[in-house]
């Protein structure tokens, strides 16, 4: 499990905690959309095409892109409910919204999908945005979807997961999970790591029992 003495980058915490996306289909897939929407000059365009080459190189993705994306004034900006879309349909191959990689996002999914299972007949997905738009200019690394029973969705809770707790700008997220830089091992740090899902859990639940009472 994810520790080290040492401190490590935001970004392979995130992923260790939340899971990771397919990144090489979600920068093709940025890309297709950016240059879609904006007509792109190649010079930009040619940074996400530099990404894709480097994807079997180990660096720290979310990092890489935040740092590309934010040295501009907003040119390859995606909104909210396309970056959603995004980060569904660039998960990796083989994985389940309904099992989640992270063991922070599966321990979450478990207490949600126990108490959805109390209420009736609900649908819990889930989906790691960690290096993506939603994570980067957005402030969402992961999202819980909820639907009926027939698949409609019903709401949507979101999840940051930071080692900042000053972070600038503020939170957008529904839940905000702050760890230690050098992250928590559910093994060796138990008591800590499930005050964290518990806290974590209570957040989001009030977001969607909220939303479920309407």
């Known amino acids: 499990m994810y520790k080290e003495s040492s401190g490590v980058t935001g970004g392979l915490l995130e992923e260790e ?7 090489k289909k979600y920068l093709q897939e940025a890309r297709r959309h950016l240059t879609e929407k904006y007509h792109l000059p190649k010079p930009v365009l040619n940074e996400y095409e530099r990404m894709v080459e480097y994807e079997n190189v180990q660096y720290n993705f979310s990092r890489l892109l935040k740092e590309m994306v934010l040295s501009r004034e907003n040119v390859d900006f995606i909104d909210y409910k396309t970056s959603l879309k995004l980060v569904e349909v660039c998960q990796p191959d083989g994985s389940s919204p309904e099992r989640p990689r992270g063991f922070f996002g599966r321990s979450l999914y478990q207490k949600i999908k126990a108490e959805l299972d109390r209420l009736g007949q609900y649908k819990l ?3 790691s945005a960690v290096g993506s738009h939603l994570d980067v200019k957005h402030g969402i690394d992961a999202f819980f979807r909820i639907c009926d029973s027939s698949g409609e969705e019903l709401t949507t809770a979101t999840l940051d997961v930071t080692m900042n707790p000053n972070k600038v700008g503020g939170y957008k997220a529904d839940s905000v999970a702050i760890f230690p830089s050098g992250g928590l091992d559910p093994a060796e740090d138990k008591g800590e790591y499930l005050a964290q899902v518990e806290k ?3 957040e989001l ?3 969607i029992s909220s939303e479920l009472e309407k």
């Open 17 to 23: 905690l939340l899971g990771t996306m397919d990144k």
């Open 125 to 127: 997905e889930y989906f």
């Open 200 to 202: 974590t859990f209570q």
């Open 205 to 207: 639940w009030d977001k």
